[in-house]
């Protein structure tokens, strides 16, 4: 159908886009109508649509594209992202969208797309030999999912995608939590980088800097930590015996 090689170029449009290709409201409704009953295209939301791929039924987006392409301002953040860079040992049924515009979750081809609100949108980049993808760096990533630490992510799952990581600029991680100016998420921080740093060998200023955050206040770090923890005093964190307890662990 005319039209169709256009949108199926795009992968994700909404209705502007397609306006662009048909040039007025009527026929682009009536287009639209049938590139749907045809099986070409699919709404995900209201005012949000897929090209559907006719040799396999399926969208040729991925739920990144989607995610990324919800509203303006929107970009893949948190677990999501951890995903996206092979940093996460399961496959969530979730993607996680971090925007300033709210919009609420919804479901799409058995994913759910929820809303994460942001301050501002630090390390966000388009990865290379990609479309449509907007997505917070790995630094960035870190900082956002230690802050969610006990939300949407747990400890244990947590340590497991950092211990996966080859490396951290520190200087980004610094810059990300200065953004936040969180002395929880200072102290969070702070300590699981510590844990790892024979890996990243973070620079001992960095972790001073760190500790000159830290004022008042003895920090949980889950609440595992409430019932069986021990006490780090160089990060004023109460953590569970198990993670005190890591090989690797190096306490600066």
């Known amino acids: 159908m005319k039209g169709y090689q256009d949108l199926a170029q795009k992968i994700v449009f909404n209705f502007n886009d397609a306006l662009n290709i048909f040039k007025n409201k009527p026929t682009t409704y009536g287009a639209l109508n049938r590139l749907e009953k045809q099986g070409l295209i699919k709404k995900v939301r209201n005012n949000l649509y897929v090209s559907i791929n006719p040799s396999t039924g399926y969208a040729f987006a991925t739920k990144y594209q989607i995610g990324s392409s919800i509203n303006r301002d929107a970009y893949i953040s948190h677990l999501s992202a951890l995903e996206y860079y092979g940093y996460q040992n399961q496959v969530s049924h979730i993607c996680y969208v971090s925007s300033y515009q709210r919009f609420n979750s919804f479901d799409y081809e058995g994913i759910t797309f929820k809303h994460m609100p942001i301050k501002n949108n630090h390390g966000v980049v388009s990865p290379p030999y990609t479309e449509l993808i907007k997505i917070t760096d790995i630094e960035k990533t870190i900082v956002d999912t230690i ?12 340590i497991n995608s950092i211990d996966m990581l080859p490396k951290l600029d520190e200087h980004k991680i610094m810059t990300y939590l200065d953004a936040y100016q969180i002395q929880a998420l200072y102290q969070k921080t702070g300590y699981l980088i510590s844990l790892f740093n024979d890996t990243f060998k973070f620079s001992q200023s960095f972790f001073e800097t760190i500790k000159k ?4 206040g003895v920090l949980y770090i889950s609440d595992e930590a409430k019932q069986n923890g021990t006490f780090i005093k160089d990060y004023q964190v109460i953590v569970p015996k198990w993670l005190k307890e890591r090989g690797t662990l190096h306490e600066i």
Do not use: F, R
Not at 213 to 216: A, E, Q, R, S
């Open 213 to 216: 955050k830290i004022h008042k």
């Open 147 to 158: 802050q969610s630490l006990g939300s949407i992510v747990d400890l244990e799952e947590l």
